[in-house]
């Protein structure tokens, strides 16, 4: 294996309980959380995992850690065997769970302590997160909102600036402030050459601060790409202006297979959705009078929708 290859997720499946045939009844049901689930994540990158609430985000997380039985696949964490080498693993990664779980009697401080025990943190590092971050830790967990339990998880998992980070929707609750000096603080690991999954249903937040996406939709990746050629390669806004003498009609659009939809804005102006290249659409404008034309790349939003839709 590469040394560059810091995950590695080949086939995973993982299917929750089971249907059972009794006297020509079926009782239960299958649900699937990951269905042949297939990524590389490479070091020193930031690699999102976008998905909504049930597509199998948190599942596949869950696997990789193995924190849950799968029925086929093989897992790879810095070169070690997911289930083989699971607490190799833990000693070397950062992990934010979606649902945060703290010792509610200890204050952020005690926490913190406690886990240098385990792995120690960089001195000067945690000194500049506990000025990033507003929450107070001489309080006690059980005193503090969710938004600041959040806070006092990411102190903890970034403190020892491991290799690998695991991030399942890290600023769900955090304010956009927060959220901001979050961003600066992984992009900051990022340069240093630490690895960072990141786990998100927020659109905004991965075209913010990854490299590459996959997309997760029902138990399944429909797509890993570099976010910049997701949103060159698939989906393109079209603004155009044509002479008033030769403009197209309903019809002819719906010929050009490159057009996802298109709707008139005024009289001979029209805005198109066109997936992968313009090329085609380019060759047909020929045949028209064109007086002016606009060509801006798709938000991820707009990307992540029209494969939802």
């Known amino acids: ?63 990789i850690l193995n924190y849950l039985h799968i029925q086929t696949g093989e897992i790879t964490v810095l070169g070690f065997d997911h ?11 950062g992990y934010i769970p979606g649902e945060l ?7 952020g401080a005690e926490l913190i302590k406690y886990f240098n025990k385990f792995r120690p943190h960089k001195e000067e590092f945690l000194k500049e997160l506990k000025d990033t971050f507003t929450v107070d830790l001489t309080q006690k967990v059980r005193t503090l909102s969710s938004g600041n339990k959040k806070q006092v998880g990411i102190i903890l998992a970034l403190a020892s600036k491991p290799a690998f980070l695991l991030l399942d929707e890290p600023t769900s609750g955090l304010d956009p402030l927060i959220t901001s000096r979050f ?9 240093e050459g630490i690895t ?3 786990s998100s249903h927020n659109l905004s937040e991965v075209q913010a601060v990854c490299d590459r996406v996959a997309i997760i939709k029902d138990g399944k990746i429909i797509l ?17 202006v044509f002479s008033s003498n030769n403009s197209p009609n309903e019809k002819d659009f719906k010929s050009v ?41 798709a938000s991820l939003e707009e990307i992540f929708l029209h494969y939802y839709e």
């Open 1 to 63: 294996m590469s040394s560059d290859v810091i995950l590695r997720v080949d086939n995973l499946t993982k299917i929750y309980g089971r249907e059972i045939d009794f006297r020509f009844k079926k009782f239960g049901r299958e649900v699937i959380g990951a269905q042949e689930v297939s990524f590389t994540v490479y070091k020193g990158e930031i690699f999102g995992f976008l998905g909504p609430n049930g597509a199998g985000k948190t599942t596949t997380m869950r696997a």
């Open 83 to 93: 289930k083989k080498d699971y607490i190799e693993i833990r000693k070397k990664i």
């Open 101 to 107: 779980a703290l010792y509610d009697n200890f204050t």
């Open 183 to 191: 961003h600066r603080i992984i992009k900051q690991l990022k340069s």
């Open 196 to 198: 960072i999954f990141l």
């Open 224 to 240: 890993v790409e570099k976010i910049e050629d997701l949103k060159n390669k698939f989906l393109q806004n079209i603004k155009i």
């Open 257 to 297: 297979q490159s057009i996802v939809s298109f709707e008139k804005s005024n009289n001979n102006a029209y805005r198109l959705k066109i997936k992968e290249n313009i090329d085609e659409l380019l060759s047909w404008l020929t045949g028209y009078d064109v007086e002016r034309i606009t060509i801006e790349d």
